[in-house]
């Protein structure tokens, strides 16, 4: 065998591995790797949390891949760019409320835990019309400029076993840089 072929043939095994098992993200810029269960789109950054006077003292932005109309995998990075003391608990509670209030959803279950040997808060939810449920993990990585992670999957009755798979590991490969 030549050197062409072993080269081809390696590029293609390689090529097939990255497509079954979806798209692995390194993103040094947000902090974060994670093997997404499909090619992830990075949204556009925007403003979000405000001091008193009203201006913007963190940005966020949401790397998502999705499956329409079977199943979604997102990662949103909300960034302090001032230093800012934030509450674990008043954050976690916040941010589960916000979520399951947008989606119209009801908390299954959860429990507190770690990513990375961070603080995290994972939940379970089902959408309230049960045509979707999934899984959020948020972490709150407490430095001088902190940033609030916010991981999750959702997935419709058309998800096959596989696709579920591909969100628990997506789930499972999240990491903190």
């Given amino acids: 065998m030549n050197i062409r072929t072993l080269l081809t043939a390696s590029v293609l095994l390689l090529l097939s591995t990255i497509a079954a098992s979806g798209e692995?993200?390194?993103?040094?810029?947000?902090?974060?790797?994670?093997?997404?269960?499909?090619?992830?789109?990075?949204?556009?950054?925007?403003?979000?949390?405000?001091?008193?006077?009203?201006?913007?003292?963190?940005?966020?932005?949401?790397?998502?891949?999705?499956?329409?109309?079977?199943?979604?995998?997102f990662v949103s990075v909300d960034s302090y760019v001032v230093p800012v003391a934030l509450d674990r608990e008043a954050i976690f509670d916040a941010k589960r409320d916000?979520?399951?209030?947008?989606?119209?959803?009801?908390?299954?279950?959860?429990?507190?835990?770690?990513?990375?040997?961070?603080?995290?808060?994972?939940?379970?939810?089902?959408?309230?019309?049960?045509?979707?449920?999934g899984d959020v993990i948020i972490v709150l990585v407490q430095t001088p400029k902190p940033r609030i992670y916010i991981v999750g999957t959702s997935y419709t009755k058309k998800a096959a076993a596989n696709d579920v798979a591909a969100l628990a590991k997506f789930l499972d490969t999240f990491r903190i840089q």
């Fill in 98 to 133: 916000s979520f399951l209030a947008s989606l119209g959803a009801s908390l299954t279950s959860s429990h507190e835990g770690t990513v990375c040997d961070y603080p995290a808060y994972y939940f379970s939810f089902g959408l309230n019309d049960n045509s979707a449920s």
């Fill in 24 to 73: 692995y993200l390194y993103s040094e810029q947000f902090g974060f790797t994670a093997d997404f269960p499909g090619a992830p789109q990075v949204g556009t950054p925007a403003g979000s949390a405000k001091d008193a006077s009203g201006s913007f003292v963190s940005t966020a932005v949401v790397v998502s891949a999705t499956k329409p109309g079977v199943d979604y995998a």
